[in-house]
Structures are given as structure tokens and as C-alpha cells.
């Protein structure tokens, strides 16, 4: 641990001297990259020189303790009991933070939701998805705004695409990924029966283009009429746009803004993003081999929670986690199971150190 704090506050010192050198001050990117890791080191120095500082006290009380003096001796005893207690919390304090940050957390997210199995049930229960995140992202004062929408007409989605735009975004959203099902008696059953329907979401980073070069020559992008409502213009103009990239196969569609180039810049922040996560997802599938994710953001087919209505219960499958304050959840009071998705992350990652 004191080996690993004197390469961080080294390596601290080192972008302290880089952010003054004329040539990175005119670099904007450089700049950038340099002072945001700069910044995201330095509550790590902050604490680890708590930490040098206690153990240099330990080190200078062996050495009373290792004297003659009995009067010291019997004041530094009692002294290095208290300063072996504050190093070991801070040493815990210390492994939580010298974690490997994920580079995308501080990005915005593009949230996709699609309904799963369960027909109308399932779209509806989408559009809760969408009202929850929508509420979650307004209690953390960051912008949503939609991108690509399919709607059933009776107040359901088939999918819904948005961007959420606030600093940290993705590293709170990123947990959310995955198949959501939910347990309810639908509006549409005269019955009265509880029906399990799914819908499912996955939270992208939104990645910048200089993460993810896409060459022109590679897209396939074809117009036509906007479907749905929106008047005269989405009837008579064809301002829809469908982007294929021809090398993965991936197809972005956007046709909720009324130009066509509004549309294509919507759908090319889209198809980056998918981009990004797919070489991420790559990356996960190779490492998990060597530490198999409990709370995995890679895998958007696994079944990650359920909303039980009947018995206002929320239960996260990935950690067995269970509350009972399913009404507040839907409204996007959703922080409290997130810290609990973290704090297992945290863990699995130092177990697998």
C-alpha cells in the first residue's frame, strides 16, 4: 500500500508539472485529458499522505518503544494502538479508491429501452422504464433528451431512445443494463390476473468522436417519411434517416427531429455509442475469464431485477437485494439500490485482486 500511494502521489506531481507546460496549455485535448486525471488523483494524495504521515508516527513510537525511556515508552504504547486503528481504516478507505477507475464514467449515457415478452403489458411497462429514468435523471438535476421513439398509441413503447447529459451519468445508469421484469395485474386484463412481462435496457457511454473513427465509406444511409404522429411536415417530408454500418451490420434509425440532418447527427451519436459498447463488451468477455462479473454491465440478456407490484416489492437478482418501497422506485428514487450495485462491484474488484 505505502509503495502503491507514493506512485500516485509521484504520478500526481508529474500531470501537476505537464498542466504548466506551455505547449499542453495550448493543446485543448491534451489539456483536457491531463487536468481531468489530475483532478480524479488528487483526493487519492489527499489521503494517501494521511496515511504516509501515520505510518512515519508508528515507525518514530517503535522507536521510543525500542528505547529506554519508560515514561515514553508507556506513552507511545498507547499511542500506536490509536494509529494502528486510523491505518487500518484508512487503508480500507485507500483500496476502495485506488480501484481503476472506468474512463466512461464521468460521460453522458444513451439509454435504449425495448419492450420484451408480454405485448402491450411489456410497452407499457417500457414507458415506466423511461418515466423512472426520466424522474431519476431530474433528481440528479442532468438533461434527458429524446432520440428515437416507437409508441404503441396506447401510452407504451416498443422502444425509446434518449440521451441522459450530466456529468457521472453512465457511472450511476451503467448498472441498469439488462432484462427488467415486472409482475403486475395489466390495465389491458379484465381478469384481474398477475401477468410477468420484461422489457429490456441498456445504457451506453456516449462516446465522443475521437474515441471511435467511423469511415464514411463504411455507411449505408438511406431517407424516408417519419411514421407516426407530428402533422403535415412528417407526412410530406422524407427527414427520417437509417444509418447501417455495412462491417458490424449495425442500423441506427432517427426520425424525431424534423431535418435530415438533424436525424443523421442524433443517429451517428447513436451508432458511436453501440459502437463503443460492443469493443467494451469485447473487452469484458476476454477478462471474464479471470474475474467473472457479478454485477455485469456486458451481458444485456440476463435477467437483472423484478418489479412484483402486487407486493410492492423490488428484488436486484445479481446481488439479493429485496425492498419493499416499489412505489418510490418508479418514481425514480432508484440511488439507494444503485450505492448497493457500487458497493458489490467495489468488493468483487478487491476480492479479485
Known sequence: MKEKIKTVIARHEELGNILADPDVMNDHNKLKVTAQEHSQLAPVVLKGQQYLVILQHIADDQEIIDGDDAELKEMAQEEILELKDKKIDLEEELKIMLIPKDPNDD??????????????????????????????????NWKREIMQM?????????EIIFSVIGKGAYGLMKYESGVHRVQRVPKTE????????????????????????????????????????????????????????LPTGLVVSCQDEKSQHQNRLLGMKVLRSRLLAQEQDRLAHERASARKSMVSTG??????????????????HRINY??????????????????QLKLADQQEQLAGD
Open 107 to 140: 460521460k453522458n449515457t444513451i439509454v435504449e429501452i425495448r419492450a420484451g415478452t408480454g405485448g402491450d403489458e411489456a410497452a407499457l411497462f417500457a414507458a415506466d422504464l423511461f418515466r423512472l429514468y426520466t424522474r431519476f435523471a431530474e433528481r440528479n
Open 150 to 158: 416507437n409508441d404503441t398509441g396506447i401510452g407504451g413503447y416498443k
Open 190 to 245: 379484465a381478469g384481474g390476473r398477475v401477468h410477468t412481462s420484461a422489457a429490456t435496457v441498456a445504457i451506453l457511454p456516449e462516446a465522443e468522436e475521437a474515441e471511435i473513427e467511423i469511415n464514411e465509406g463504411d455507411l449505408k444511409i438511406d431517407t424516408f417519411r417519419a411514421s407516426g404522429a407530428g402533422g403535415q411536415h412528417v407526412n410530406k417530408t422524407e427527414s427520417a434517416i437509417r444509418i447501417t454500418h
Open 299 to 316: 451481458d444485456r440478456s440476463a435477467k437483472i431485477r423484478t418489479y412484483n407490484f402486487p407486493q410492492g416489492r423490488i428484488t436486484d
Open 322 to 339: 429485496t425492498a419493499y418501497n416499489l412505489e418510490s422506485v418508479m418514481d425514480g428514487d432508484i440511488a439507494e439500490l444503485i450505492e
